[in-house]
Antibody, heavy 121, light 108 residues
Framework: QVQLVQSGAEVKKPGSSVKVSCKAS????????ISWVRQAPGQGLEWMGR????????NYAQKFQGRVTITADKSTSTAYMELSSLRSEDTAVYYC??????????????WGQGTLVTVSS | EIVLTQSPGTLSLSPGERATLSCRAS???????LAWYQQKPGQAPRLLIY???SRATGIPDRFSGSGSGTDFTLTISRLEPEDFAVYYC?????????FGGGTKVEIK
């Protein structure tokens, strides 16, 4: 079955960018959607955006439009999420997850293990 | 955007007891496109239920989901020690998917 393995923790300065990777194994990478969901410390879950590798199309939550870029490399079965203009409020654990899309959105299973991004001066 | 409100915020129960968690939507969730997740400390969420009532692969049958429209319920028939965790609902009936704020099930 599909497994998602994410890159390691990052510490970034305010105003900089971070790029997190999510490598898939098992299944057919290109045929499903990969979404990114973040969780600030002690808080709930927040969807950021998704990519469908076979189509090369990404879409984003309105809140993150212009600041997040999600890409995928089919040759390595890896998805990436880059967040720019980082601020302290972006400190969170970032998860990738396979999304089973029904019509326009879907549910998430499985999830990557999460990547902690800390934004601090 | 559909707002999901979960209640109660915290549920204090003993092992063996029944847990009933609520997820209320600000508008009708089309086609019962609602999922439930379990999250333990330091771990990623795990899918329990999709389509309001379909159990995900490998999920024990003590977990069940029900509901439609704006009111959904996750029931754990008899709590096992490993079930103490935070539970989130998520709707995917609209182009802007959203999560509820979570219910923590703690040991009484």
């Amino acid at each position: 079955q599909v497994q998602l393995v994410q890159s390691g923790a990052e510490v970034k300065k305010p105003g900089s960018s971070v790029k997190v990777s999510c490598k898939a194994s098992g299944g057919t990478f290109s045929s499903y959607a990969i979404s990114w969901v973040r969780q600030a410390p002690g808080q709930g879950l927040e969807w950021m955006g998704r990519i469908i590798p076979i189509l090369g199309i990404a879409n984003y939550a309105q809140k993150f439009q212009g600041r997040v870029t999600i890409t995928a490399d089919k040759s390595t079965s890896t998805a990436y999420m880059e967040l720019s203009s980082l601020r302290s409020e972006d400190t969170a654990v970032y998860y990738c997850a396979r999304e089973t899309v029904v019509v326009t959105t879907g549910w998430f299973d499985p999830w990557g293990q999460g990547t902690l991004v800390t934004v601090s001066s | 955007e559909i707002v999901l409100t979960q209640s109660p915020g915290t549920l204090s129960l003993s092992p063996g007891e029944r847990a009933t968690l609520s997820c209320r939507a600000s508008q009708s969730v089309s086609s019962s496109y609602l999922a439930w997740y379990q999250q333990k400390p330091g771990q990623a969420p795990r899918l329990l239920i999709y389509g309001a009532s379909s159990r995900a692969t490998g999920i024990p049958d003590r977990f069940s989901g029900s509901g439609s429209g704006t009111d959904f319920t996750l029931t754990i028939s008899r709590l096992e020690p490993e079930d103490f965790a935070v539970y989130y609902c998520q709707q995917y009936g609209s182009s802007a998917l959203t999560f509820g704020g979570g219910t923590k099930v703690e040991i009484k």
